[in-house]
Structures are given as C-alpha cells and as structure tokens.
C-alpha cells in the first residue's frame, strides 16, 4: 500500500514530552496532542481492512513547505528529526490497526525534503521472504 497525505506536516514529534513539576508524572504538551490528531485524521482513511501480521518496510518521504532560499526537492537538514517524527507517525499507524504493533516494522527508510507540494508519503510493504525489500 502506498499513499500520499497532503498536508503541512507536523514539526512537533513524540520525543517533546512535558513533565509535571509536582507529580514527576510526563504528560503529551498540547501541541504533540494536535499533532497526534491531525496524523490520526490524516491517516484514517487509507488503514488496511486487516492488520499485517509479519514483518514490515516501511517508507516516509516528509516533504515540508518551501521556506527561505530552499528549492523544491532539496534535503530538509533542519529539524524535526526524522527519528523523532515517524516515531509519532508508527504510533498512529499502530493505533489506526496497520499493523499489530509498531515493532513489526523491521525495515524503514525515511527521507525529508523541502517541497511546492507539502505532505507525506508513505508506503507499506509486507516483507515475504528473508531478503532486503527491494524498493
């Protein structure tokens, strides 16, 4: 499965955690909640009928509305960190039942760039046999 999300993606990522001064206790801040609703939104409406089950390639071209002097297609070098942002991304897709859980996902590549069409692409291949997915 493969797809594309137009839309400006999110710069807020799972790692911005706040904490609570009193309790100790972490708490999701605002932004990544917005962030983790857009995703969900977004997503929705491409979730398989049924979950993989095994393991799972997964690809995310992040493509950021062009800023300043940046030209379309070139590598975003700037944060958000791509680590960062598919993590909240895989925790959507686990939510949405893509998959059982996220640690099915055994290959990833991940890319961002500066773009005239803001988004995320994403595809989704089951991983057959031992080998290296191909793409």
Same mark, same amino acid.
């Given at each position: 499965?493969?797809?594309?999300?137009?839309?400006?993606p999110?710069?807020?990522?799972?790692?911005?955690?706040?904490?609570? +001064?009193? =309790?100790?206790?972490?708490? #999701?801040?605002?932004?990544?909640?917005?962030?983790r609703?857009?995703?969900?939104?977004?997503?929705?409406?491409? +979730?398989? @009928?049924?979950?993989? #089950?095994?393991?799972v390639?997964?690809?995310?071209?992040w493509?950021?509305?062009? =800023?300043? /002097?940046?030209? &379309?297609? @070139?590598w975003? =070098?700037? /944060?958000?960190? =791509?680590?960062?942002?598919?993590?909240?991304?895989k925790?959507?897709?686990?939510?949405?039942?893509?998959?059982? &859980?996220d640690?099915q996902?055994?290959? @990833?590549?991940?890319?961002? +760039?500066?773009?005239?069409?803001?988004?995320?692409?994403?595809?989704? /291949?089951?991983?057959? &046999?031992?080998?290296?997915?191909?793409?």
């Amino acid at each position: 499965m493969e797809f594309f999300m137009p839309m400006i993606p999110p710069s807020a990522t799972h790692q911005e955690k706040g904490q609570n +001064r009193k =309790t100790g206790k972490y708490y #999701e801040p605002e932004n990544v909640k917005a962030a983790r609703s857009k995703l969900i939104a977004y997503l929705a409406g491409h +979730r398989p @009928e049924v979950p993989i #089950e095994g393991p799972v390639a997964l690809i995310t071209i992040w493509q950021f509305p062009i =800023t300043g /002097k940046h030209r &379309d297609g @070139e590598w975003k =070098t700037s /944060k958000p960190d =791509t680590d960062n942002s598919v993590k909240l991304l895989k925790d959507c897709m686990t939510h949405l039942h893509f998959w059982k &859980d996220d640690a099915q996902v055994a290959s @990833e590549l991940i890319m961002k +760039r500066w773009s005239i069409h803001p988004g995320i692409y994403i595809k989704v /291949k089951e991983i057959i &046999d031992e080998t290296v997915p191909d793409d």
